[in-house]
């Protein structure tokens, strides 16, 4: 048994309007917000580095935990956009957050990271104890790189996010996951050293708009639950078109998916760690309804996690 006992965020302070990024790749602010919804974005500055935004997530989450760093016992970070290619910033941001001689586990998965670091978590919570885990992305680096593409330059932000799994109490129970693989995409979307991203953008969001709705309807119909009786979507924030894609695709009110996107634009595998930390500041959860947590990414990897209110 596992549950999910607080969220945190950390965003930066420089915010990037999409006027600016379209000016990058010659187009207009308009044009970026119809393909994607994006309005703006935050850019880390130079000195901040990817450790150090997942530290002052992870710093954030175990405050609303009303957590020590003691209790901690491990720690999952995931980012697909760290400085050095090894150690990754597990270490590092185990270091800053003052965990001391417990396992800190890098997982270099780009946006679906976070959602494959959740579910990890919950089959090892009762065996480990509790487990941090954090997304924390500084995608900013890699848009920056030339050439810059249009459909490309103009999505990424940077943030981290996090969250704590207990093997005790919590404010949802993980009732199931699912998460999947398929390297036969793994063209479509990848970044190599120093190089831009590339992407195939039709497969991204065919697949994407596939894929997604598929894991939801797996795990909600393994325990009898239609899509309309979840009462919030909290989903990696890679497209507003593809969350209306995936809403339509389960039939469900577009406005169960909370979008935080058109604020922080796309920022990988942290972005849904950041969507549930600002979901939960927002709301309160009403004991027994059923959350899905979602994400899709670079690989091609995917998956959804069933949790419900205690």
Known sequence: MAFLKAFGSWLPERVVTSEEAASWVGTDAQWVKNVSGIIERRFASDTETVADMAARAGADCLERAGALASSVKMLLVTSGSSERQFPGPASAAA????????????????????????????????????????????MSRLVAREPQERGVAVLFGDGAGACLVSPESGMCEVV????????????????????????????????????????????????????????????????????????????????????NIDRYGNTSSASMLIAAAEWCREHTFTPGEPVVFAGFGAGFHWGALLARAT
């Open 95 to 138: 270091e800053k957050l003052g965990l001391k001689d417990i396992p800190a586990i890098d997982l270099p998965l780009a946006s679906a990271g976070s959602l494959f670091a959740m579910s990890l978590a919950s089959k090892l919570a009762e065996q480990v104890g509790e487990i941090l885990v954090i997304g924390a992305e500084k």
């Open 176 to 259: 199931d996951s699912q998460i999947a693989s398929d390297g036969s995409f793994s063209e479509d979307l990848y970044a190599e050293a120093d190089s831009p991203i590339r992407m195939n953008g039709r497969s991204v969001i065919l697949q994407a708009s596939r894929k997604i709705p598929g894991s939801i309807r797996t795990v909600l119909e393994r325990h009898g639950i239609l899509p309309d009786q979840v009462s919030a979507f909290l989903m990696h924030q890679a497209n507003q078109n593809l969350i209306v894609r995936i809403a339509e695709a389960l039939g469900v009110p577009s406005e169960r998916f909370y979008s």
